[in-house]
């Protein structure tokens, strides 16, 4: 859903949800420093700067663009993380979600990131949001899969 400025505003409550989340997000980028655990607040934060595909397949003319956009998921119990290093500065390329229940009947909300990192992040119920909150920007490259 786009609110009256263009911009994608987005919640999830279920599963089915976050795999339309995981389709807007693919191919974003980030850097360790702009993801966040607000372990008081029992929120999580990452920040993205996504790339547009809701642009980029309207049509071969159109230029290719990226936009800020805040993943922000409430009611967190805890955060891992598998192969990430808080200090690193170098981008992280987002590739998908995938949900895991645990053992305690919770529910993990895995984030995939190319060079085999994981941020896994559990929670009782699925309540996140996706928002842009920024303009966008041109960018000469638009991201390519070979299947």
């Known amino acids: 859903m786009l609110d009256n400025q263009g911009y994608l505003k987005l919640k999830a409550n279920d599963e089915n949800d976050l795999k339309v989340f995981a389709a807007y997000l693919q191919d974003s980028i980030t850097v360790p420093g702009d993801i966040k655990y607000l372990e008081k607040n029992k929120t999580f934060i990452c920040i993205f700067n996504r790339f547009m595909w809701e642009d980029a397949e309207k049509g071969i003319f159109r230029d290719n663009k990226r936009i800020r956009s805040a993943f922000k998921i409430n009611e967190v119990g805890s955060v891992k993380s598998k192969n990430l290093d808080p200090k690193e500065t170098k981008a992280l390329e987002f590739l998908t979600i ?23 992040v559990n929670v009782e119920a699925i309540n996140a949001t996706l928002e842009d909150f920024s303009n966008s920007w041109k960018t000469k490259t638009k991201p390519f899969h070979k299947f």
Do not use: A, P, R, V
């Open 98 to 120: 995938n949900i895991e229940q645990d053992n305690k009947e919770n529910t993990n909300i895995n984030l995939l990131f190319s060079g085999n990192m994981t941020i896994s």
